[in-house]
């Protein structure tokens, strides 16, 4: 499979104001919901942990609870798709801002907002566990949906304007259109992105199961909290069951879901894409004999169809250019000048007010540990799979074969094996400084492998024939031929690797066996340590800061590189 | 009797905003009216504006000024009655024949009895019997456009709007679609009152239209209408099609009079730096010469000959004869082109001889050339950024076109070897590697 999303293509310039704005409005709000979580932790405190068992049969059931918590989510996140996506996409006046907030808001570190957002949704819920499945599903949800919604919102913008000139010459309403064009054309960019979010939310899934903030600690029925239980218990048998079990679990996931989906939607790409096997499924055909896929989809077109009947018709017909409309402008540039300050308000109430000039170096100090940790690990991930992943990719029965294991390893939730490395770390004795940090990059390294295998194979045979025949080997080949080929791929996979690597080291850098505690220096550490704590303010300036840093990394080195990378290596 | 013509345009005008607040102009000027029973070309260069048109009496946009009407009522939106044929099919890769077929309808909330009857019909009348249930992507170019034909067809249209819809295809199976078109036309068997084509394929104007447009570009006007008075069918070989062929070229290859209206930055009239310069490879432009230099032309070719001979649009011979004309390689005029005795030297020259007289009549013709190598020769580092010839050209014209502009004198510098450019660095330079 050679697909690839484009991590960029939304924006072309390094930053513009509506940036900082975003970025204002985001750690704004991440302020906001900390200060009003913290009134509410109090009354929570007596929460009684769910009673689970360490008992193998119960595996499957929590497994499938892991797993609706998984779709739940999902649905919510498709909602969200379509409705912000299409808003950014239609109003060029509002995508000014939503899109810069949505880039911003994927780079804020999901697990150390599961603190805040636990308290928050186990006080808005009546009963204690309902809030607790929110904030659990929310946190997938936020793992999910920025990644969804912006291949959407890409795709809504690159119709190609002569369908869209069809729809309005045929006259087909708005709700139409979004179900007859708009949906089919970005679906297979916006399946292939759920797919890809989906394996990053299992991590998620299985660490916001169970949570402590401060003195309550909420486990809901699932795998992720079964491993933390094992943990607790030092119970080494245990996490090899989950370990299974998870397994089992995304194996099933990956046959039937992921795949038959993935070939399903190769059908409705707008361009053929030439040379390249098409991908094969053996539940999709398995489920087409059996007229399942061909009665859903009959279903949904009847859906569209009675739904475009029972939606009123929009009076004036569409135009396919609209004038700006002067008072609207006005009224939208107030609300987001409203927002703007409410948000520094609550920046400097939450985070200026109460920082001391000691805090915030110690923190800086620590963001700079956590950003050397992410650096050389990726670098080192880099050096270990390009080489291999350009050899695999070169093989297409080699490729075929390795490929969908590196796809599922990366769905694989690297938590998980976890408490492995910190058993071997403790029975060892060693510094936990240099070895809980591979930790960070343990699930995300496969994105670097399976970009460059979508590279390696998609180098046209001409090209390597070329470099054959002129007898290019060794160094000069790799230099000349083969990483400039896979640049790009590579591009893309890392920048998805070290945001992933950023996240994972709020779990990584400090860990437990038992009552033994093994930590790092670092801004994960950090703001795992305040979680626990339930020191608010100190999560929210943990929280800011590694979203800011993330978000300057992206801009000052990925952005730049991904364009240089597109200019110079791309291949026409 | 409702008299309205089918549809009226009167002072069209379209232009528009750019970046610094000033407009592009488009579209200037365009009166039209069609009849009942008329097939209507517009022909021209790409970006003629003719396009641009068609969009706007599609409804699919608004003119700056002037007003559009259909059936005497103003065009505000796509009309009813109006549809549409698109150069690259527009049909949805994700719907069967019959569905996208079915899709106008299902727009207008027919009863579902009524859209599968005239669907088929549809399909059936245009060809596409026993392909219902087929996807685009299984159907090769020729029958996706039978696709577009049916779609347009099925809502019983009075005008049928068509993009260049038979460029996007090769030559024989075009040639199929348009007499198949034409049977059906002539014989009445379509629900259509009037057609207007887009097109820049003069032969097929003059094949298909009973009124031709001839469009002018910067800003995109009509500059003549002619008549094509003989009957259908029309064989190309005809001498009378032939002539009507050649007037067109003629037409189509007269210098603008000096001072005409909106020559402003009009292709190689001012030939000041404001000048935009058309993306010809040295390649085409040796190649032309060699082909007009030997026989059996000599030295003097037509147009149409050289167009059919070279199996070249329009759209790919005008801009390499005009870049022939501007350096002083050749002139055309009168739908012919005659190279100078400095073309006929360059075609029998060899490599280095022909670099050297490139670049002298680079240097001498084409003033943004001169314009670059003087600002590096007066540089003592001899670098200059490209940012900065962009940001002069702008002032002329559209930043698309300052960049095809700049591209243009890259690549004839190179190949003149007056100067360099870097594009890791976006500077010009003198260097040469050694």
């Known amino acids: 499979m050679t697909h ?414 976890f408490p492995l490395a910190i058993y071997g770390i403790v029975t060892w004795k060693l510094n936990p400084d240099v070895w809980l940090s591979p930790l960070m990059v343990l699930g995300t390294q496969w994105y670097i492998l399976f970009n460059v295998i979508a590279g390696a194979s998609a180098i046209p045979g001409e090209l390597r024939y070329a470099a054959d025949n002129l007898q290019v080997r060794g160094w000069l080949w790799w230099s000349k031929v083969a990483l400039p080929a896979v640049f790009p791929y590579y591009v893309t996979g890392a920048i998805t690797a070290s945001g992933g690597s950023w996240n994972a080291s709020i779990v990584a850098e400090v860990a437990n066996w038992g009552r033994t505690q093994v930590r790092a220096h670092g801004l994960g550490a950090y703001i795992a340590d305040a979680t626990a704590a339930g020191d608010f303010h100190r999560i929210i300036l943990g929280i800011s800061t590694m979203s800011l840093c993330v978000v300057a990394i992206n801009r000052f080195f990925w952005r730049p590189l991904y364009y240089y990378a597109e200019r110079r290596f791309r291949l026409a | 009797m409702n008299t309205a013509p089918l549809l009226a345009l009167q002072d069209v005008r379209k232009a528009f905003p750019r970046a610094d607040g000033s407009e592009l102009m488009v579209l200037d000027g365009v009166n039209l009216q069609v009849a009942e029973g008329e097939i209507v070309g517009l022909l021209g260069r790409s970006g003629s504006g003719k396009s641009t048109l068609l969009r706007l009496i599609a409804g699919l946009a608004e003119p700056s000024a002037g007003t559009l009407s259909y059936l005497g009522a103003p065009i505000e939106g796509p009309a009813r009655g109006i549809a549409m044929v698109f150069q690259s099919f527009a049909i949805y890769p994700w719907l069967t024949v019959f569905e996208n077929v079915a899709l106008g309808l299902q727009a207008l909330r027919m009863p579902v009895a009524d859209i599968r009857q005239r669907s088929l019909a549809a399909i059936d009348l245009i060809g596409l019997d026993g ?74 104007a003059v094949l298909m239209c009973d009124r031709i447009l001839v469009f002018g570009s910067n800003p995109g006007r009509i500059l003549t209408e002619i008549r094509v008075p003989l009957p259908q069918p029309r064989k190309r070989l005809d001498p009378s099609f032939r002539a009507l062929v050649e007037r067109i070229y003629v037409e189509m290859t007269a210098r603008p009079a000096a001072g005409a209206p909106g020559a402003r930055a009009e292709r190689f009239a001012g030939l000041g730096i404001g000048s935009v310069l058309p993306r010809v490879s040295s390649n085409l432009l040796s190649g032309l010469m060699e082909t007009v230099a030997a026989a059996p032309f000599n030295g003097v070719a037509d147009l149409p000959n050289i167009a059919s001979d070279l199996k070249m649009e329009i759209d790919d011979l005008f801009p390499v004869a005009e870049t022939l004309q501007m350096m002083r390689f050749a002139e055309v005029a009168g739908g012919d082109i005659r190279l100078t005795d400095t073309g006929l030297a360059f075609a029998n020259a060899d490599l280095d001889e022909r670099k050297r007289i490139f670049a002298r009549q680079l240097l001498n013709y084409v003033p943004l050339a001169a314009h670059v190598r003087r600002v590096l020769d007066e540089r003592p580092s001899h670098v200059a950024r490209k940012s900065r010839f962009l940001e002069e050209l702008e002032d002329y014209m559209s930043d698309e076109a300052a960049e095809q502009t700049l591209r243009a004198i890259v690549s004839w510098g190179r190949y003149a070897e007056a100067f360099a450019y870097d594009d890791e660095n976006a500077t010009f330079n003198l260097e040469n590697p050694t």
Request: proline letters at 6%; hydrophobic letters at 55%.
């Open chain 1, 4 to 417: 690839r999303s484009e991590p960029f293509a939304f924006v072309r310039d390094l930053a513009t104001r509506w940036d900082v704005i975003a970025i204002v409005i985001v750690i704004g709000l991440i302020a906001f919901l900390g200060e009003a979580s913290r009134g509410l932790l109090e009354p929570l405190a007596k929460l009684e942990a769910t009673p689970l068992s360490l008992d193998p049969a119960r595996l499957p059931f929590y497994a499938a609870r892991t797993t609706l918590r998984m779709f739940a989510a999902l649905a919510l996140s498709l909602l969200f798709t379509f409705t912000y996506a299409t808003w950014a996409a239609r109003s060029p006046r509002a995508g000014r801002l939503l899109v810069p907030i949505l880039d911003v808001l994927q780079s804020v570190p999901i697990l150390g907002f599961i603190s805040i957002t636990v308290v928050f949704f186990m006080s808005l819920a009546p009963g204690r566990v309902l809030g607790a499945e929110f904030a659990a599903i929310f946190a997938i949800f936020t793992s999910q949906a920025w990644n969804m919604a912006f291949s959407f919102y890409q795709s809504l913008r690159t119709v190609p304007s002569e369908l869209t000139e069809a729809a309005a010459s045929f006259h087909l309403s708005p709700w139409m259109r979004f179900w007859q064009l708009d949906v089919p054309f970005a679906l297979p960019g916006l399946i292939w992105n759920t797919m890809m979010s989906m394996s990053g939310g299992w991590f998620f899934v299985v660490a916001s199961e169970s949570i402590s903030v401060g003195h309550t600690s909420v486990a809901l029925p699932g795998v992720g909290s079964y491993i933390a239980l094992a943990i607790a218990e030092r119970n080494l048998p245990a996490i090899g069951w989950a370990i299974l079990a998870m397994l089992v679990v995304i194996l099933l996931y990956d046959q039937l879901l992921f795949r038959p989906l993935v070939v399903w939607v190769d059908g409705l790409r707008f361009e053929q894409e030439p040379g390249g096997r098409p991908p094969r499924s053996w539940a999709l055909t398995v489920m087409r004999r059996s007229r399942l896929v061909s009665g859903i989809t009959a279903a949904f077109y009847a859906g569209v169809r009675w739904t475009s009947w029972a939606m009123p018709v929009d009076p004036s017909a569409p135009r396919a250019e609209s004038k700006p409309v002067r008072h609207a402008d006005t009224l939208w540039f107030a609300v987001v000048f409203v927002l703007v300050a409410l948000a520094v308000w609550h920046i400097a109430q939450s985070l200026f007010a109460r920082t001391s000039i000691s805090e915030a170096l110690t923190v800086s100090g620590l963001a700079l540990l956590t950003m050397l940790r992410v650096t050389v690990l990726i670098a080192l991930a880099s050096l270990v799979w390009v080489p291999i992943g350009i050899w695999v990719g070169l093989r297409p029965r080699v490729s075929g074969l390795v490929q969908p294991i590196a796809q599922f390893m990366a769905a694989f939730p690297a938590n998980l094996l």
């Open chain 2, 131 to 204: 392909y219902e249930s087929a996807y685009p992507r299984e159907l090769s170019g020729g029958m996706r456009q039978r696709v577009g034909f049916a779609r347009a067809l099925v809502v019983h249209p009075n005008i049928l709007l068509m993009d260049e819809p038979f460029s996007a295809l090769d030559v024989l199976t075009a040639e199929t679609l348009r007499t198949d078109f034409l049977d059906l036309w002539t014989e009445g068997q379509m629900p259509i009152k009037g057609v207007i084509l887009v097109t820049h394929n003069i032969e097929e």
